[in-house]
């Protein structure tokens, strides 16, 4: 292999430094006991890319993916850097309506999918001639179907010989779509890439635990690989010269993942605060039964953490080393915030940001604003799509991307130590009595009781105040608590002001959450508004 210029640095290349130094070492693990080595990886890969030329593709044509988590999407990803494919993964939880938005407004000609979604999939190619091609993975023989392991058997394990530059196109997501339809995310390779660097080199200890001692990191792959968190953790994987191996899992279930960080004895983990919920859930003797001590690095993201889950995760895995991350679709990961950090100042502290990542807090036109003062957050990253802009939707690129800068929407203020605080979306602020109520510190008043096991707080219609501020709440199981209770110690914990203490309280057995497990604030303000009605 030829030394590397910085043009060079694909995600194919990089890996092939892991294969030529460990080919029978484990590349990945699946929760169901398969194991796939990098020479596997390799050929395999190779084999899908030359099987997807044999069919017409050329460099350049966008590919889709649309399966939950699998082996395949690291052959997948793989193979679309070697053959200079522009990877389409398509959220695999939406409603069939929105796939199929997603497949035209892509503009795939080839989908690889799972048996689950045929009807699905043999819809979409009637009303979207641009698919030309049908690729599945297992299944039943089909007509008018090519059975993936049929094509990389009938194809070359030659290696692919296409000059592929880091800055063309490599990655078209999607956001989740709650709000609207969801927006096309088009990212360089580099750009890809990025949110792969940026997430292992906070999992802190990998590069030291791989250069001190010769462990390797195992890395545990929770969120969905079809979004760029999981994305991300198959393209690290890939890149990181052979010193991780992941441990990928098709579905969260709080007792096999303690299972699977048992056995395969897994050292650093992505995990989201809605995780920690049914963590809490679980019985002492399930906690007791599985040793999690190998587990020292996890990220939780990609949000706020608050103190309750902090000390949970802590608590449930006692010789890790926790920090949150802040990052979405556009920017891929963009600040951290050590548990020390946390501990320290707020849970709300987003931290500082990521190397090479700007951010600031400025007005709606992208204009900085005073230190302290509260305004919308600004971010500025390699990790940003191609020409700063959505997916043929310039409509959307002009609400969100001023100067250079992107802003996910969310509001904070920055102090004079350089820290960004996170006060909340713009559309989850509650105006109450003329007073904007900010929620996640109201939420962090709620969580200190100790029958509380979660918190969401939004604004419901109320005739006096406009907005009133309502507390859903999930209990912990076994303990009992009242409206009146929990209203009156909000009241006399002294932190909240007057207008932020909630007015009305509702105890519900879950939270809606989204594809990316995080917390549907407008279907609980539907809720909320519902229950008051």
């Known amino acids: 292999m030829a030394i590397l210029n910085a043009g060079d640095i694909t995600i194919h290349k990089a890996f092939e430094i892991g294969l030529r130094r460990n080919p029978d070492n484990t590349i990945q693990v699946f929760e169901d006991g398969r194991r796939q080595t990098f020479a596997e990886i390799e050929n395999r890969s190779n084999r899908l890319g030359n099987g997807l030329m044999t069919l017409g593709l050329t460099k350049g044509d966008h590919i889709g993916m649309l399966a939950t988590n699998c082996p395949e999407f690291m052959e997948y990803y793989l193979a679309m850097s070697k053959a200079g494919f522009v990877c389409v993964p398509i959220n695999a939880w939406l409603s069939p309506d929105r796939i199929a938005y997603i497949a035209q407004h892509s503009e795939i000609k080839a989908l690889i999918f799972e048996p689950a979604f045929l009807r699905t999939v043999s819809e979409l190619i009637k009303e979207i001639p641009a698919i030309k091609h049908l690729i599945m993975i297992g299944g039943e023989k089909e007509s008018h179907v090519i059975p993936y392991e049929e094509l990389l058997q009938g194809s070359s394990e030659n290696r692919i010989e296409i000059d592929v530059n880091t800055a063309a196109p490599h990655l078209l997501t999607y956001t989740s779509g709650t709000t609207g339809m969801p927006k096309g995310v088009l990212k360089s390779m580099y750009a890809d890439m990025i949110h792969a660097i940026y ?235 003329g007073e904007k109520v900010a929620p996640f510190a109201i939420e962090e008043a709620v969580l200190m009781h100790e029958a509380v096991n979660s918190c969401v707080v939004v604004g419901a219609p109320d005739e006096k105040w406009g907005e009133c501020v309502t507390a859903m709440v999930l209990r912990n199981p076994g303990m009992e608590l009242s409206e009146t209770e929990l209203i009156d110690f909000c009241r006399k914990q002294g932190s909240l002001a007057k207008f932020e203490i909630p007015k009305r309280v509702f105890f519900v057995d879950s939270f809606p959450t989204g594809t990316t497990g995080k917390v549907l604030r407008n279907s609980i303000r539907k809720m909320a508004k519902e229950l008051i009605e």
């Open 199 to 433: 997430s292992f080199s906070y999992f802190s200890g990998v590069y030291f635990r791989a250069h001190n001692d010769g462990d390797r990191n195992t890395l545990m792959c929770i969120p969905p690989q079809f979004h760029i968190g999981g994305e991300s953790m198959a393209v690290g994987t890939l890149i990181t010269g052979g010193i991780t191996k992941l441990v990928l899992v098709h579905t969260f279930e709080p007792e096999k993942i303690l299972k699977l960080i048992h056995e395969e004895k897994v050292t650093s983990a992505w995990i989201l605060p809605t995780m920690v919920y049914a963590f809490r859930m679980l019985p002492r003797e399930i906690l007791d039964k599985y040793d999690v001590s190998s587990m020292k690095y996890i990220i939780c993201g990609s949000t706020t953490l608050s103190s309750n889950d902090r000390n949970d995760l802590l608590s449930f895995f006692p010789g890790a080393d926790l920090g949150a991350s802040y990052a979405c679709t556009e920017t891929a990961m963009c600040s951290f915030a050590h548990q020390n950090v946390l501990k320290q100042t707020k849970p709300e502290n987003l931290g500082k940001p990521c190397m090479f990542c700007d951010m600031m807090v400025g007005d709606e036109q992208a204009n900085e604003i005073p230190r302290g003062e509260t305004g919308i957050i600004w971010i500025r990253t390699p990790g940003l799509p191609i020409n700063n802009e959505y997916y043929k939707n310039p409509e959307q690129t002009a609400k969100s991307f001023q100067k250079g800068w992107f802003s996910p929407g969310d509001v904070g203020h920055m102090d004079e130590d350089g820290y960004i605080y996170y006060v909340g979306r713009s559309d989850d602020i509650i105006m109450s009595g």
